[in-house]
């Protein structure tokens, strides 16, 4: 079993940048692919980033390309999601994922991942 604390979430002016950190527990997390969902009030769930255990496989969802990075630091059992040019539609709460059990083909598939942190709100102001 995994445990994931976020942080880094907070107020940002829209064009500033944040960067979003995941810290899991339990020497396997080398072993599970993870990423970072977001739910803005009113609006479905959106899997914004996805790596996978081997960091060679990432997924980005168009919303996000070229603004977004994921990274993972499997020695410190931790993924960053760095997040550039922040625009308002970015602001949302984010959960970090992480399962050990996903398919390389469904990487991006919120099904897939069983273990979630409890959310870090981010907020953009315009």
């Known amino acids: 079993q995994v445990q994931l604390v976020e942080s880094g979430g907070g107020l940002v002016q829209a064009g500033g940048s944040l960067t979003l950190s995941c810290v899991a527990s339990?020497?396997?997390?080398?072993?599970?692919?993870t990423g970072w969902i977001r739910q803005a009030p009113g609006k479905e769930r959106e899997f914004v980033a996805a790596?996978?255990?081997?960091?060679?496989?990432?997924y980005y969802a168009d919303s996000v390309k070229g603004r977004f990075t994921i990274v993972r630091d499997n020695a410190k059992n931790t993924v960053y999601l760095q997040m550039n040019s922040l625009k308002p539609e970015d602001m949302a709460v984010y959960y970090c994922?992480?399962?050990?059990?996903?398919?390389?083909?469904?990487?991006?598939?919120?099904?897939?991942?069983?273990?979630w942190g409890q959310g870090t709100q981010v907020t953009v102001s315009s």
């Open positions: 994922v992480a399962d050990s059990r996903v398919n390389p083909s469904r990487i991006a598939t919120i099904e897939e991942y069983e273990y």
């Open positions: 339990g020497r396997t997390f080398r072993r599970y692919a």
């Open positions: 790596i996978s255990w081997s960091g060679g496989t990432t």
